[in-house]
C-alpha cells in the first residue's frame, strides 16, 4: 500500500497501527510530510519563529539606492538661481539641468530592468552606483554649464538602476525563499521614494544656502559609496551569467531611446509645439515595432505587452495619474508665487503638506487586503482636488491652499503604493525588472507632458484663468482614471 494511504488510514485508527515515536526519529516518516513541509503555497507567511527574508539588511541598500532618483529630481529646485547666478546663464539654460535627468531617467529605467533580469540585479545596481558617484565628482568640479548637464544626465542613467534592480531582486527573492513578498516592504520602497521627494527642496536650499550648490552634486558621492559598500555586503549574490543571458537587443534600445526623446522633445514644447518631431517620433515608433517583432529575444517584448493588458493598463492608469501630480506639483508652485505673492518659502511650506501626506498615506495603503479601493479612492479624491482648483483664487487664505494640497497628497501615496503592487504581481516571471522600468518611464512621461501642459496653460504669467485650466484638465483626468480603476477586473482579483 503506498505511503499517502498508510498516512491516511493512520490518521484514523489507534496507534498501535502508526509508525512508533523510534520509528518517526529514525526517519521512517512517510515522505509525503517532508514534501508537504517544503511546499509552501504562494501565500504562505513564514513559519512561526522563522526569520523573514526580508530584513533590514536586505532593505537598507535597496532603499538607500532608491532615493537617489527622486532626491535628485527634487533637490536641484531650490539650487538653480544660484547655479545660473555664478555661471552666468539664464532660467531657460539651466531648465536643462531638470529636463536632461528626466529624459535619461526616462530610458534608461526599463533598459537597465531588462538587463537587470538578465545579468542579475545586484551587478546592474552596483554599476549604477558608480556611475552616481562618477556624476557627483563631475557636478562637484564643473565651472561651466555643459559639465553640469552631463552630470545630470549620468545621474539619470546612473539613479534609474536602482528601482528596476531593487524590484528584480525582490522577485528574485521571493521566488528562492518560497515567501511572498510582503505589501508592506512595497510600501517602505513607496514611502521612501515620496519622502525624499519632499526632503529634496528642503536639503538643496539648504545645501546651496550654506555650502553652495555644488554640494547637491557632491552628496551624491558619499551616498552612493555607502549604497554600494551595503550592496556587497548584504545583498545576495548574482546567479552566474551566461552567454545567452549577456545579450542585450541592442538595436531595440537604441529605437527605443529615440523614438522615446522625439516624443519627450515634443511634449516639452506644447506652447509651441515642434511639429517636425511627430513624423520623426512616427517612423522611429514604426522602425522599433518593426525591429521587436522579428527579435527573439527582443528589449520591447510587444507580443508579451499584448499577452498581458491588465500590465498595460497599470502603466496608462500610473502615467495619467502622475500627470495629474506633477501637474499641481509644478503648476501649484508658480501660481502661489506670481499670483498669491507669496515668497519661495511660503510656498514651499505651502506644498510641504501634499509631500507629507503623500509620504503618510504610502505604508498604510499597503496593508489594505485588494488594490482597487485605495485606487479608487484616489481617483475619486484626485477629482476633489481638481475642483478645488477650479475654485481658489488670489484671496484664497494659505491654510486653505494648504489643505487643498493635501486633497493631492493623499491620492499620490495611493497611487504610488498600488500600482507598484500591481505591477509586481502582473509582471511575468523573469521581466520584473523591465516591467519596473516601464513603470518608471510612464512616470516620467506624465512629469514632461505635465511640463508642457503647465506652459501652454499658463503662456506667460501663473494666473488663476491658468490655474483653473490646469483644475480643469486633472478633472477630466481624474474622471478617466476612476473609469479605468473600477472597470478594470485584474484588480479586483488582488
Not at 542579475?120 to 556611475?131: M, S
Not at 514644447?269 to 527582443?298: F, I, M, Q, S
Not at 510612464?442 to 485650466?469: N, P, V
Request: charged share 10%; proline share 7%.
Amino acid at each position: 500500500m503506498s505511503a499517502a494511504a498508510d498516512d491516511a488510514r493512520g490518521a484514523g485508527t489507534p496507534s498501535a497501527h502508526r509508525p512508533s515515536r523510534a520509528g518517526r526519529r529514525a526517519g521512517s516518516r512517510p515522505r509525503t510530510h517532508r514534501a508537504r513541509r517544503k511546499e509552501k503555497p504562494p501565500d504562505a507567511a513564514p513559519p512561526t519563529g522563522e526569520r523573514s527574508p526580508y530584513r533590514a539588511r536586505l532593505m537598507a541598500p535597496l532603499l538607500l539606492a532608491a532615493v537617489l532618483n527622486p532626491l535628485n529630481s527634487t533637490m536641484i529646485a531650490t539650487s538653480l538661481v544660484s547655479i545660473g547666478g555664478d555661471l552666468g546663464v539664464g532660467a531657460a539654460s539651466t531648465a536643462w539641468l531638470v529636463s536632461v535627468l528626466y529624459l535619461t531617467s526616462a530610458v534608461a529605467q526599463p533598459v537597465l530592468g531588462g538587463i537587470a533580469d538578465r545579468v542579475g540585479p545586484r551587478r546592474v545596481l552596483a554599476g549604477g552606483l558608480v556611475l552616481v558617484a562618477v556624476a557627483g565628482g563631475v557636478g562637484l568640479t564643473a565651472v561651466r554649464l555643459w559639465p553640469l548637464v552631463v552630470s545630470r544626465g549620468l545621474l539619470g542613467v546612473g539613479t534609474a538602476a536602482a528601482y528596476p534592480s531593487a524590484m528584480a531582486l525582490l522577485r528574485a527573492r521571493a521566488h528562492t525563499t518560497g515567501v511572498p513578498l510582503p505589501r508592506r516592504v512595497l510600501g517602505l520602497m513607496s514611502m521612501a521614494a515620496l519622502g525624499s521627494t519632499a526632503l529634496g527642496p528642503v536639503l538643496g536650499g539648504l545645501l546651496s544656502a550654506t555650502v553652495g550648490w555644488r554640494a547637491t552634486f557632491a552628496l551624491n558621492v558619499p551616498l552612493a559609496l555607502l549604497a554600494l559598500a551595503l550592496a556587497y555586503a548584504w545583498l545576495p549574490r548574482d546567479p552566474p551569467r551566461t552567454a545567452h543571458a549577456a545579450r542585450t537587443d541592442w538595436p531595440g534600445v537604441v529605437l527605443f531611446a529615440a523614438s522615446l526623446t522625439a516624443v519627450l522633445l515634443f511634449v516639452m514644447r506644447l506652447d509651441a509645439p515642434p511639429w517636425w518631431l511627430l513624423p520623426v517620433a512616427g517612423a522611429l515608433c514604426c522602425g522599433l515595432v518593426a525591429v521587436e517583432l522579428r527579435r527573439a529575444a527582443p528589449f520591447l517584448d510587444l507580443r508579451l505587452l499584448r499577452a498581458h493588458p491588465a500590465l498595460v493598463r497599470t502603466y496608462l492608469r500610473h502615467g495619467l495619474a502622475y500627470l495629474v501630480v506633477y501637474c499641481v506639483m509644478y503648476g501649484w508652485a508658480q501660481w502661489l508665487e506670481e499670483a498669491h505673492g507669496v515668497s519661495p518659502l511660503q510656498a514651499g511650506l505651502a506644498m510641504l503638506p501634499m509631500s507629507l501626506a503623500a509620504t503618510a498615506c504610502s505604508l498604510p495603503a499597503a496593508r489594505t487586503g485588494t488594490l482597487r479601493g485605495p485606487l479608487v479612492l484616489a481617483s475619486l479624491l484626485t477629482g476633489g482636488g481638481a475642483l478645488a482648483l477650479v475654485l481658489v483664487s488670489e484671496g484664497t487664505p494659505l491654510l486653505v491652499l494648504a489643505g487643498v494640497s493635501v486633497l493631492f497628497g493623499v491620492p499620490q501615496g495611493l497611487v504610488g503604493t498600488g500600482n507598484q503592487a500591481a505591477v509586481y504581481a502582473q509582471a511575468p516571471p523573469g521581466g520584473t525588472g523591465a516591467a519596473a522600468g516601464f513603470q518608471r518611464t510612464s512616470q516620467y512621461l506624465g512629469a514632461m507632458t505635465a511640463a508642457g501642459l503647465i506652459g501652454l496653460f499658463y503662456q506667460s504669467r501663473a494666473d488663476d484663468a491658468g490655474l483653473h485650466r490646469i483644475g480643469a484638465a486633472c478633472g477630466v483626468l481624474a474622471l478617466a482614471l476612476l473609469v479605468l480603476t473600477s472597470t478594470d477586473r485584474a484588480l479586483g482579483r488582488r
